[in-house]
């Protein structure tokens, strides 16, 4: 079982949607309970990082500290993987969980902002290895939509290139990020969430 | 550099009464299928995008058929807007909770402009995109794409319409496109009613006065007949992506075989796909 966490911003219902042509199942939920006891968690997110705020008042981000801490598998998904670094100067005061090192910035590009449509991802050294990406090819396409973008740091596991270098997936051990809209990547897209419920499934049996 | 992203080809289905019709400069409908069915099909060959727009339910005054976005939704992994009779924050939270992924607006944008930084905050600006359709006020050449059809200033004149072309608004089609923009529109959605299921190619003058006007997405619509008309509006009119309906449904292009086009014109996109 999959743990769709709500935070009321965007839309919830194209994430479930793959998920249950995946066959898997998922429940959504914004109780702190509920998150603490998850099996794995998906942090879906469309909008504005000062959203993820309310994570923090309602006591989830504290629960999905928790979780992450005794080893459930987390995937965190546009702002869901940005949450997963310290900050974003899009919402200074507000915190993330500084999983991965520095703080998302707007594109620093005279390109049109926001990076809307299909773009490439590229792995890194250490994404070589990277237990999400298993079985997607190097140069696939995956779609965007975001203004803000996470720095190339210790635990990127993919790059895009969009005036700039960006991180566009992050990896360390239990936590997972894609910046990109996997439920809308069409067949790139479904493997990863795949192969995200496969290493859940895993490590629930374990 | 290389910017990376690609420009998105866009296949469109206009529905009424739960079928995919076309018509010819937005009457004379003919029936050309099942949505959920070409939705599908436009996705496996190649399509980067669906849009699915509900023709009549403004002039008819009734909601979008949400079963029918249901229904096209299920099976669809590549991104979905549904457009069409969106009048409030509601009818959008239910089309989206139906599986769209951006919803258009169009007609009751116009009418309350206050409605697109609703969804935008609600939704995110990602999600609302602006639907324009814009006539032009004057043709040097009536009937071509090509046409200078210029303003004495010199820049393009166009005027926005309601209703799926049924009612003039007297506003201007640049003017409106920013404004929807800092209101929180997150991309546009630009229609030639001049072109429109003429085949005859895109408003290229008009894309590029909208495209170079704002910061957002402009996606091209209207006139496509061949290959070349995208490679146009892609380079002359610069769109960030460009939609079509008639020539996709009917088969006379295969969307792998246009984007295998477009990379020979140097223009980047999403292939294999």
Known sequence: ?206 | MSTGITKRIIACLDVTKGRVVKGVQFVDLIDAGDPAELAHLHATSGADEIVLLDITATSDARPILIDVVRRTARQLFVPFTVGGGVRSLDDASALFDAGADKISINSAAIKNPDIITQIAERFGSQAVIIAIDAKRKVWDAPGTATGAAVSTEGTITAEVYLAGGRIATGRDAVAWAREAESRGGGEILLTSMDCDGTRNGFDCPLTAAVAKAVNIPVIASGGAGSGDHFVEVFKAGCADAALAASIFHFGIHDVRQLKAQLQSEGIPVRLPC
């Open chain 1, 1 to 206: 079982m999959i743990t769709l966490i709500d935070y009321k911003a965007g839309n919830l219902t194209s994430v479930r949607k793959a998920f249950s042509y995946l066959g898997q199942e998922s429940v959504v939920t914004d109780d702190p309970g509920m998150v603490r006891d998850a099996q794995a968690l998906v942090l879906p997110g469309v909008g504005h990082f000062s959203t993820t705020e309310r994570l923090a008042s309602s006591g989830v981000r504290d629960a999905v500290c928790e979780a992450i801490g005794r080893g459930i598998p987390f995937l965190g998904i546009c702002v869901g993987m940005q949450w997963q670094f310290a900050g974003s100067t899009e919402a200074p005061g507000t915190q993330g969980l500084a999983l991965f090192e520095g703080a998302c910035e707007r594109f620093h590009t005279t390109l049109k902002v926001p990076h809307v449509g299909w773009n490439q991802i590229r792995r890194t050294s250490q994404g070589a290895k990277s237990r999400l990406l298993e079985g997607v090819a190097d140069d696939s396409f995956v779609y965007f939509t975001h203004s803000y973008r996470a720095p190339v740091v210790e635990g990127v596991s993919t790059v895009t290139t969009y005036g700039e270098i960006f991180a566009s997936s992050v990896e360390r051990e239990n936590v997972f990020g894609v910046q990109f809209h996997p439920e809308k990547s069409g067949d790139t897209g479904l493997r990863i969430l795949k192969n995200f419920c496969d290493y859940a499934a895993k490590r629930s049996t374990r």
